[in-house]
């Protein structure tokens, strides 16, 4: 072997073995088109991990959002609408406890905003617990729970928490090669926020609750990219022929979007976007919505009994 | 020669650039000060220069967010747009030093696209941090 060889073969092996252990990933694509960003991969390379080369990355609102939404339009605590099996041991497969570990964070952040501390602290310790058993390390609660119980009384504080607690886990599970979980876990937590919405607008018939359910038109088509691109060996597809049902019903979800320029002041770093949209979901839609969405969250939180 | 040297460089900045993913990511994560809370999740993209990572969000009205978008260990070699789905331009930092962080006080929900891709004064390749908090 010539030495331009050897130094060639030595730096590669070298290169793979410490992306490997760094967790990263093997580049996939060459894609130098600004115009359109390289096209999402299929899914995981049974070796890939948490970089990626010219792919889509998606993001879902946080269910704290519409939380604080819910509040907004002057909701009150209902407990009922909670994921009321909180002992979480039957969820015995690693896509029923990803799924419940974003049910339990959104009733988590649910619980937080109306200062309910017992059962707050009770789903924190069960989100703990199906972390754990996914594999996110304990070091990451661990810390946390202290300044957790230091300042229970602090809502704000706590909400600082718990968002630190889910982007650190959602690291944590990038980093580990774990994306598929971490895609499973935002899942969860955006049928456990709709459900709240759903449930609630009948409960309190509020036109921003109701949008709130209509814009998730959109939202959905990135839920659907996230997990189809995690549907490697067709483990999700029963979550993605879910997912098409719930989009033939949000497509007769009236939506109208009007561009205006925006507005930006480089003093405070701030762009005001204001161009308009608006949705319009017909008690009919609503209904349908409701029934699909409840559906959905029964196969989540049942998975413990299948 | 020139291809080993090529392949070479390519190979230890592939390397370089993913041992500071979490350097970059402690940088990044300083500029969601505690006045934001974070959406909860953790965007990475290696990236060589020339690609683009396309990354898709909804933005609710009524609420402000914060971007912050970093490769590296310092500010402003990550360059990035934000374009609405039809693809006009909201926002470039570009404009603003390549800041690492914007605020969007939003009117009306929306779903926005967000283009990234290496400054190519930062290098040949680099680890492209994404992180969004909001507030209402």
């Known amino acids: 072997m010539k030495p331009t060889q050897l130094l060639v073969l030595t730096l590669s092996i070298g290169a793979a073995l410490c992306l490997s252990s760094c967790g990263g990933e093997q580049t996939t694509s060459s894609d130098t088109d600004h115009s359109s960003a390289s096209k999402p991969k299929a899914g995981n390379a049974p070796n890939a991990s948490i970089l990626k080369v010219g792919d889509k990355l998606f993001n879902l609102p946080s269910p704290l959002e519409t939380a604080f939404l819910i509040e907004e339009v002057g909701g009150h605590f209902n407990e009922a609408i909670l994921n009321r099996n909180t002992d979480a041991s039957g969820y015995s497969t690693k896509q029923s406890q990803a799924m419940n570990l974003g049910i339990y964070g959104a009733d988590l952040g649910y619980s937080l905003i109306y200062g309910h501390s017992q059962s707050t602290f009770t789903l924190l310790a069960t989100c703990k617990r199906l972390g754990t058993d996914l594999g996110i390390s304990p070091a990451v609660y661990t810390g946390l729970m202290g300044r957790f119980e230091g300042n229970l009384q602090n809502r704000d504080s706590l909400l600082i928490f718990v968002s630190e607690l889910n982007r650190m886990s959602d690291e944590y599970l990038k980093e580990n090669e774990s994306e598929d979980i971490s895609a499973l876990i935002l899942y969860g937590g955006w049928v456990e926020s709709l459900y709240f919405s759903t449930v609630l607008t009948q409960e309190l018939d509020d036109e921003k609750l109701r949008n709130r359910v209509g814009e998730q038109k959109n939202t959905l088509g990135n839920m659907v990219g996230l997990i189809e691109q995690q549907n490697v060996d067709g483990a999700l597809d029963n979550i993605v022929t879910q997912l098409k049902e719930l989009e033939v019903i949000f497509e007769n979800v009236g939506d109208s979007y009007t561009w205006v320029e925006p507005q930006t002041n480089p003093e405070e770093h701030m762009t005001v976007i204001k161009s308009q949209s608006s949705v319009e979901v017909s008690p009919e839609v609503l209904a349908e919505i409701t029934a699909k969405i409840d559906d959905i969250r029964n196969s989540i939180i049942g998975s413990s009994e299948s | ?136």
């Open chain 2, 1 to 136: 020669m020139k291809q080993l040297l090529i392949i070479t460089f390519a190979l230890l900045s592939f390397v370089g650039a993913s041992a500071q993913c979490d350097i970059t990511a402690d940088v990044c994560q300083s500029h969601i000060t505690d006045d934001f809370l974070s959406d909860g999740q953790h965007y990475r993209a290696l990236l060589l220069t020339d690609q683009v990572a396309e990354f898709n969000a909804t933005l609710y009205g009524g609420s402000l967010y914060r971007l912050a978008a970093c490769t590296g260990t310092q500010d402003g070699n990550l360059v990035f747009r934000v374009f609405d789905k039809e693809r006009n331009l909201i926002f470039r930092n570009s404009e603003f030093k390549n800041a690492p962080y914007w605020d969007f006080m939003v009117k009306s929900t929306l779903d926005v696209i967000i283009e990234a891709e290496l400054d190519p004064i930062a290098g040949a390749s680099g680890c492209a941090v994404m992180l969004m908090g909001f507030k209402r």
